[in-house]
């Protein structure tokens, strides 16, 4: 069946650090890949999608690139601020799967100290 | 501001009690799900409704029971739920078409005395 697999945190950063996140992936079919983010007491936020290979999400300073060949959406943002602490979730959506399910990987809790 | 409502956000509720769960969305979305995730974990899926009808159900126990009224809402009963139940109760909407990003609420923080 589809998996998501994510670096486990914590990612403990200081402001104005690079992040990157890695996310990899196993489908069946053809999946769409979702980046969520979770701050404290909320619920999840789409923070970016791609739709097919060589797609590239991006959103409030954050990118992920679709790439088939290494079945990887890693995401990334080149200078973090304290307020992108929160957990990110990797997710695929496979169009051959009923019901538009989501599989999510098991989340990353990033801290940016300031 | 998110664009599914759920009310309540917080419930404390003994293990005979019978309480419901209430989410709305107003994006037209045709497929609604109700998630649990426990701390430091991601969400669970555990009901999808797909134009109003029941479509997934991930083996969850009978003290939860998912109800749809209408395309804008989604209702979580919940009865004679234990301890372990306590968790963060999601829902989400999506279009009802592959591969379409779900848009969630805040949850309900639910707490099984």
């Known amino acids: 069946g589809d998996s998501v697999t994510q670096m486990e945190g914590p990612v403990t950063l200081s402001e104005e650090a690079f992040l990157t996140i890695n996310c990899t992936y196993t489908?069946?079919?053809?999946?769409?890949l979702f980046w969520y983010v979770q701050y404290p007491g909320e619920g999840l936020q789409l923070l970016l999608k791609?739709?097919?290979?060589?797609d590239k999400g991006s959103n409030k300073g954050f990118e992920a690139t679709y790439r088939k060949e290494t079945t990887s959406f890693h995401l990334e943002k080149g200078s973090v601020q304290v307020s992108d602490s929160a957990v990110y979730f990797c997710?695929?959506?496979?169009?051959?799967?009923?019901?538009?399910?989501?599989?999510f990987g098991g989340g990353t809790r990033v801290l940016v100290k300031p | 501001d998110t664009e599914v409502t759920q009310t309540p956000k917080h419930l404390v509720m003994g293990m005979t009690n019978k309480k419901s769960l209430k989410c709305e969305q107003h994006?037209?979305?045709?497929?609604m799900y109700w998630y649990k995730q426990k701390a430091k974990k991601p969400p669970e899926l555990m009901f999808v409704?797909?134009?109003?009808?029941?479509?997934i159900n991930e083996s969850v126990p009978s003290r939860f029971s998912p109800e749809c009224p209408n395309s804008s809402l989604l209702n979580l009963h919940l009865h004679a739920l234990q301890p372990e139940d306590s968790a963060l109760y999601l829902c989400?909407?999506?279009?009802?078409?592959?591969?379409?990003?779900?848009?969630f609420g805040d949850g309900t923080r639910l707490s099984i005395l």
């Open positions: 989400a909407s999506s279009q009802d078409r592959g591969n379409q990003p779900q848009h």
């Open positions: 489908a069946t079919g053809y999946p769409s």
């Open positions: 791609a739709t097919k290979a060589d």
């Open positions: 997710a695929l959506s496979d169009r051959k799967a009923a019901g538009n399910k989501l599989t």
């Open positions: 994006m037209g979305h045709r497929a």
């Open positions: 409704y797909s134009y109003e009808k029941l479509s």
